[in-house]
């Protein structure tokens, strides 16, 4: 079965410190993967977008993410947090087959002056 | 462009009554999904809609129903309502249902007391 694994629910950084937020697929297929965010009594923002093209994934914001393969990964990383990118993340999954989005539990991002 | 837009914003219904959520696709997008968010939680896939079929379905149950009109917007039936079913009902649309991104709306936050 598909499913997408979010380590850590709160991650604390400060401004201007390196943010990582860490995601794990399983998968039987190749696997379409993306990075949501979410700002509080918003709907969902696409940060980025994983497709088999290029393993490092550049977004919007200074958001990347890598896939690797061998570690059924897809970590999200920005090198400088500001505070206006304190929200909710979601790593998310496609199913190709039916085009449903498998939702990770989300990761809430604070970041402190 | 407008984005995808989700009417209501907000309502309160009373459990056992019936509730019509609607939203209106980004031009030319022609699939809509559905997804209920849960506080705390990341969002849940009800249903898919592609070219007005049925493509999708979540482990909802039948008390949740949808349909998409020919002009590609969508509603999101919900009856007897309970008060397990207060959410954030999300809607997507996209070009096709291959994974390459939805484009979400802000959501119906939908309250049962």
């Known amino acids: 079965a598909q499913s997408v694994t979010q380590l850590g629910s709160h991650v604390s950084v400060s401004e201007g410190a390196l943010v990582l937020l860490r995601c794990n697929y399983s998968s039987s297929v190749p696997p379409y993967l993306f990075w949501y965010v979410q700002y509080p009594n918003q709907g969902l923002q696409l940060l980025l977008k994983y497709t088999s093209a290029a393993t490092l994934v550049k977004g919007i914001n200074g958001f990347e993410a890598e896939f690797k393969k061998s570690e059924t990964s897809f970590h999200l990383t920005k090198p400088s947090a500001h505070m206006s990118d304190a929200a909710e993340y979601f790593c998310?999954?496609?199913?190709?087959?039916?085009?449903?989005?498998?939702f990770g539990q989300g990761t809430t991002l604070q970041v402190k002056p | 462009d407008a984005g995808v837009t989700q009417s209501p914003t907000h309502l309160i219904k009373t459990r056992g009554q019936h509730v019509t959520l609607r939203c209106s696709p980004i031009s030319g997008h022609k699939s809509v999904s559905w997804y209920q968010q849960v506080l705390g939680q990341g969002p849940q896939f009800i249903f898919q809609y592609y070219e007005k079929e049925e493509r999708g379905r979540g482990n909802f149950p039948d008390r949740f129903s949808a349909r998409q009109f020919p002009n590609y917007s969508s509603e999101l039936n919900v009856n007897a309502l309970l008060l397990g079913d207060s959410a954030l009902y999300l809607c997507a649309s996209s070009t096709d249902r291959a994974l390459y991104g939805y484009t979400f709306g802000s959501g119906t936050r939908l309250t049962v007391v």
């Open positions: 998310v999954m496609g199913s190709g087959n039916t085009g449903k989005l498998i």
